[in-house]
């Protein structure tokens, strides 16, 4: 593996700090009392460096969403980390009936409610619905929907690396969250099965876990959802141009449960 491809991390985290350190470091010494909170932190630097990056991140994955999200997303959403939202772009309203954004960064909340409502979903026509939990707090999330089953399509971009209990959750809200038929459609950065790319993802998941609000390099997701047993078929796949020594490499899928 080339040196330049193993330490992309330090790179990566040099641009993160460049814009989230000093507006961090300001609300910090606008309360101090968030030295008590590192989870806190963790989020308002989170949402300084998706203001920055959210877009381009966005624009660069287009084309995988537009196959993966408006080609299959239907009836009741669920998008699981909604980030800043940007997953309403892609959805049809010809087959999506209502959006739900699941974020627990309530920092984001303002930005997902801006592209949902640019979009066509609004909390008002009872089109968007935005929850401030994480996916592991799988019956806060059914309670708020009204009971279990009530979720046509699981969406989750970039999220399912930073979930905690990750393999538990998945099955939580594949078992409870999913209706009969449903489907979980995702991309995700995962482990790779290289083993020197994994050894090096391995490595550098503490630093980038405690830096990006638990982000994690080195989970085998794509793995973990095609061994669940409930599923009628799935498909998975990767991205084309993708450099097998990319720390970030990814994996898409779209998984039906059985009826």
């Not at 660069?60 to 009741?76: M, P, T």
């Not at 996916?135 to 009530?150: K, Y």
């Amino acid at each position: 593996m080339k040196l330049s491809a193993a330490l992309a991390v330090l790179v990566e985290l040099k641009g993160c700090l460049q814009f989230g350190f000093v507006p961090t470091l300001r609300a910090i010494l606008r309360s101090p009392i968030l030295l008590l909170r590192p989870r806190a932190i963790s989020r308002i630097f989170m949402n300084h460096v998706w203001s920055v990056y959210g877009d381009g991140i966005d624009a660069n994955s287009r084309y995988v969403k537009e196959g993966l999200v408006s080609a299959n997303a239907q009836g009741v959403v669920l998008d699981v980390g909604a980030g800043y939202g940007h997953t309403a772009r892609y959805l049809d309203h010809a087959k999506v009936t209502k959006y739900i954004a699941l974020e627990p960064n309530v920092l984001m909340h303002s930005e997902i409610r801006q592209r949902a409502n640019a979009a066509g979903w609004t909390e008002g026509e009872g089109t968007l619905v935005i929850l401030p939990y994480g996916a592991e707090d799988v019956a806060t999330i059914m309670s708020a929907l009204g009971g279990p089953h009530s979720v046509d399509t699981i969406i989750s971009i970039l999220s399912l690396c930073s979930v905690p209990d990750p393999k538990k959750t998945i099955c939580m809200l594949v078992d409870l969250v999913l209706k009969p038929g449903g489907q979980l459609l995702f991309y995700e950065h995962v482990l790779s099965p290289r083993v020197d790319v994994g050894w090096w993802q391995q490595f550098w998941t503490p630093l980038w876990r405690h830096a990006m609000d638990g982000c994690c390099l080195d989970r085998p997701t794509h793995e973990w959802i095609k061994q669940m047993d409930v599923w009628s078929k799935g498909e998975l796949w990767g991205l084309p141009d993708e450099s097998e020594e990319h720390l970030w490499w990814h994996r898409v899928g779209k998984f039906v449960k059985a009826g």
